[in-house]
Every structure is written in structure tokens, then in C-alpha cells.
């Protein structure tokens, strides 16, 4: 739907009629604290804590190579019929910088898709893959390549005798969206579902202005997408991710890490969008010590150990994850 940078701001500061409710999605990881592999029983063991507030989760690929160091993760084996066993739909993710994962991930893919065809609700293929082809054009891919896999991925679909069985797309950053980048794919018809990542943190943004600054992002991203889709309807989107880092996390600008500040977007920011009927995932469900230190776009860290909604463990980091709706 179109959202006014003006109602963007207001949500931020003010309670909201409510005339739906957007679903609360996590995007979920395929590794255990020590980085080996999730077994089905232990996306069993996550799906019981997040499906209280969740009816979905989203995956990055099919085959997760991690940070090279460790074992190859096979997903869908694992988690679907775990997800299946929960009633909780997956989003599985197709990594498609390079023909080598794209074709593995679609492999795994087309072993486990007619068995569990309830519980996949949509393909990505690709993340972010115009993002990291922006900054640095010897990674990521550019539309057109990128549209060139969702096509080929689409022609698996067909040749497999599971056309129109699945929602397919690309997860990537809201400025590719709302900058024209993503245009080609937008038009081709080759797209029923689009996952728009945006964060107020990764704006650098003070938390008291993060979630203005968050819902105008979307609502820019959203509004572009449609004016070139010229239909309000023919996409299906969603925020692919948006999220705080927590204690231990590091900071971005006048962006400040910590579990209190976190609390507080998902609060605000994670609860306004919901209320007006964005469909959000949050990235991410649990933290993940096993990944390597980062450093992000401004050179100082990045690193992606402590943005979970809860703990490694699984233990909640915050006091309360339900979202209060008002209606008036």
C-alpha cells in the first residue's frame, strides 16, 4: 500500500486506528552457536520459542557455506519438516551471485519442494545482490544477471512440472528498490514477491528518530515498486529485515547498540509497522557467536553476533514480544 512520509513520521509519535495486521516473520540461521550444523530437532527446538509471536521464517540458501571455515549446511532437509511440523510457513532463500550456489541451492531445493509444498511460501533468489554490487561492482550482480537467474530459477519451476506452485523473488536493500536499480526486475513479470530490507540503525539514525526514518524508507521503497508495477497489487512485499544489535553489538554513527535500544525498536518500529499491515521480518531470531568480526560500510565493525531477538540459547533478551494494537 502507499504510506505518506507524513504518516511515516506520525506512526512514530502517536496511536493508530487499526484496520489489519501485518504477519511477524524471523529471518533464521542454519548454524548452532559453535557453528556446526542445525539438525531437524534443533529447528524444532527454535520454532517452539518463536512461534508464539511468528507464522513464518526466512533462510539466506539452500546450501550455507558460513564463513568457509566450517561444514556445509543442507537446509531444507532439516527445517521444513520441522516448519511443517510447527505449521510454520519458511521462506527459502536461492543465493545466486554464482552459478556454483545458485545450482547447488537449487538442488537442494528441488529434492524437498513437492514433499513440502504447503510449507514453502516462496523462493528468493538472491540478497542483496544488487546492494553488493553497488559497492563493488566485482561482487553481487547487477539486475539484469540477477534477473537472469530468477528467470532461469522460474524455468526450473516449469521444466520440474512446479510452475505457480511457489512465490518467487529477490530479497535486497530498500534504495535499490526506491533508486530505479531494481527496475528491470520489477517489470519483467518474473517476480510475484519482493523482500525490502531496510534498518534505521544501518541509517545511522539516533534511536528517538530510527523508526520515522525506518517506515519512510519502506514507504519510498513500496511507492516506487508500485508506480513501476503500475498495480498495487501484482507484488506481494515484504521488509525483508530491519532489527537493532543488542548488548555486545557495535555502534553505527549516531546509531547506538544495545539490548535496551533494541527493545525500544521493536516496540516502536517493528510494532507501528505491523499495525499498518507491513508484513516484517525481523532480522534475526537468535544470536550467532560463531560468525566472524566484520567491518561495516564506514570502516569501524559491523558485526552481526548480537542482533538476535533472543539469545543464543534461546533465552528472550527482551521483557515482552507482543505488539498492542489500538483501535479507534
Known amino acids: 500500500m502507499y504510506f505518506s512520509s507524513l504518516l511515516a513520521a506520525a506512526v512514530a509519535t502517536a496511536p493508530l486506528a487499526v484496520y489489519a495486521k501485518g504477519q511477524l516473520g524471523y529471518a533464521l540461521g542454519s548454524r548452532m552457536p559453535d557453528g556446526s550444523c542445525k539438525a531437524q530437532a534443533d529447528y524444532a527446538a527454535d520454532l517452539v520459542v518463536l512461534k508464539d509471536t511468528a507464522t513464518i521464517v526466512r533462510t ?3 546450501v550455507d557455506a558460513g564463513d568457509t571455515s566450517g561444514p556445509l549446511c543442507y537446509v531444507p532437509g532439516a527445517l521444513l519438516p520441522a516448519a511443517e511440523a510447527a505449521g510454520v510457513k519458511v521462506i527459502l532463500g536461492i543465493w545466486a551471485d554464482t552459478n556454483e550456489a545458485f545450482d547447488a541451492d537449487a538442488a537442494q531445493f528441488f529434492e524437498y519442494a513437492a514433499q513440502y509444498e504447503s510449507t514453502i511460501y516462496a523462493v528468493t533468489v538472491g540478497s542483496e545482490s544488487l546492494y553488493r554490487n553497488q559497492e563493488d561492482s566485482s561482487t553481487g550482480l547487477t539486475a539484469q544477471a540477477l534477473l537472469n537467474q530468477i528467470q532461469k530459477f522460474n524455468d526450473q519451476l516449469q521444466s520440474n512440472g512446479l510452475a505457480g506452485k511457489f512465490k518467487v523473488g529477490t530479497a535486497d536493500s530498500w534504495n535499490k528498490y526506491q533508486d530505479g536499480t531494481a527496475d528491470p526486475i520489477i517489470t519483467s513479470g518474473a517476480v ?9 540503525y544501518w541509517q545511522g539514525q539516533l534511536i528517538s528518530n530510527a523508526t520515522a526514518t525506518y517506515l519512510d524508507d519502506l514507504q519510498q521503497a513500496y511507492g516506487h515498486i508500485q508506480d513501476v508495477a503500475g498495480s498495487t497489487t501484482s507484488i506481494e512485499l515484504w521488509n525483508g529485515e530491519t532489527g537493532w544489535p543488542t548488548d555486545g553489538g557495535t555502534n553505527y554513527g549516531a546509531a547506538i547498540a544495545g539490548t535496551a535500544n533494541a527493545f ?10 505491523l499495525d499498518w499491515n507491513f508484513n516484517v521480518f525481523y532480522f534475526e531470531a537468535f544470536d550467532e557467536p560463531w560468525k566472524p568480526e566484520s567491518t561495516g560500510a564506514d570502516g569501524q565493525p559491523g558485526n552481526e553476533i548480537h542482533w538476535g531477538a533472543y539469545n543464543a ?3 528472550p533478551k527482551f521483557s515482552d514480544y507482543s505488539c498492542t494494537y489500538t483501535s479507534s
Open 60 to 62: 539466506y540458501a539452500n
Open 192 to 200: 510475484d514477491i519482493l523482500l525490502v530490507n531496510a534498518f534505521g
Open 264 to 273: 525500544t525498536f521493536y516496540k516502536q518500529g517493528v510494532c507501528a509497522a
Open 313 to 315: 540459547d534461546r533465552s
